[in-house]
């Protein structure tokens, strides 16, 4: 009987902390390697937009450490987000990546630490590379919806880019 209790209360409490599981969204992002002509890390930003055009979080900015002169050319998120304040660009910016898969994961929370309001809004991927192309790729997400998954074609600087949200009450 003891075990039957044990078991009961801990499948309880397993399945509670996962109905109260903080609500996430991920970001899959694979850079893929390109083998032609001169190469270059790319610049890349992730952020989120309300419906209104105005940013709500920069996700991730990845930039070579000396190349803020180079900022602008990741076009769209430095007019929304970057060109107002150095100091907020030089808080989150981190190094230029190689090839490859990274996840980045957002808590749903704005640039001041707020969590969002059920809503819909825009995720942006913005990929530039200097001798190379310029992509820009955005996802609508609602976020009274509930859990969603999509995933996005490959372009000509990003490969597969999956975006999952998820821990979304209905």
Same mark, same amino acid.
């Given at each position: 009987?003891?075990?039957?209790?044990?078991?009961?209360?801990?499948?309880?409490?397993?399945?509670?902390?996962?109905?109260?599981?903080?609500? !996430?969204?991920?970001?899959? #992002?694979? &850079?893929?390697?390109?083998? =032609? /002509?001169?190469?270059?890390?790319?610049?890349?930003?992730? $952020?989120?937009?309300?419906?209104?055009? !105005?940013?709500?979080?920069? #996700?991730? &900015?990845?930039?070579?450490? =000396? /190349?803020?002169?180079?900022?602008?050319?990741?076009?769209? $998120?430095?007019?929304?987000?970057?060109?107002?304040?150095?100091?907020?660009?030089?808080?989150?910016?981190?190094?230029?990546?190689?090839?490859?898969?990274?996840?980045?994961?957002?808590?749903?929370?704005?640039?001041?630490?707020?969590?969002?309001?059920?809503?819909?809004?825009?995720?942006?991927?913005?990929?530039?590379?200097?001798?190379?192309?310029?992509?820009?790729?955005?996802?609508?997400?609602?976020?009274?919806?509930?859990?969603?998954?999509?995933?996005?074609?490959?372009?000509?600087?990003?490969?597969?880019?999956?975006?999952?949200?998820?821990?979304?009450?209905?």
């Amino acid at each position: 009987m003891r075990h039957l209790i044990r078991t009961i209360a801990a499948s309880a409490l397993f399945v509670s902390s996962a109905a109260f599981a903080a609500p !996430q969204m991920t970001v899959d #992002l694979t &850079l893929p390697e390109i083998t =032609e /002509g001169q190469y270059h890390r790319p610049y890349v930003a992730v $952020w989120v937009e309300n419906t209104q055009g !105005q940013p709500v979080k920069t #996700l991730s &900015l990845w930039v070579w450490d =000396e /190349g803020h002169k180079w900022l602008k050319d990741i076009r769209r $998120w430095w007019r929304k987000a970057g060109r107002d304040d150095m100091s907020f660009v030089d808080g989150i910016a981190s190094a230029t990546r190689p090839a490859g898969h990274y996840k980045i994961d957002w808590d749903l929370k704005d640039e001041a630490g707020k969590a969002l309001e059920p809503a819909r809004y825009t995720v942006f991927i913005e990929v530039v590379r200097e001798h190379g192309g310029r992509d820009l790729v955005r996802q609508n997400i609602d976020l009274a919806a509930g859990d969603f998954s999509v995933q996005l074609p490959a372009t000509t600087e990003t490969g597969v880019i999956d975006i999952r949200l998820s821990g979304m009450a209905r």
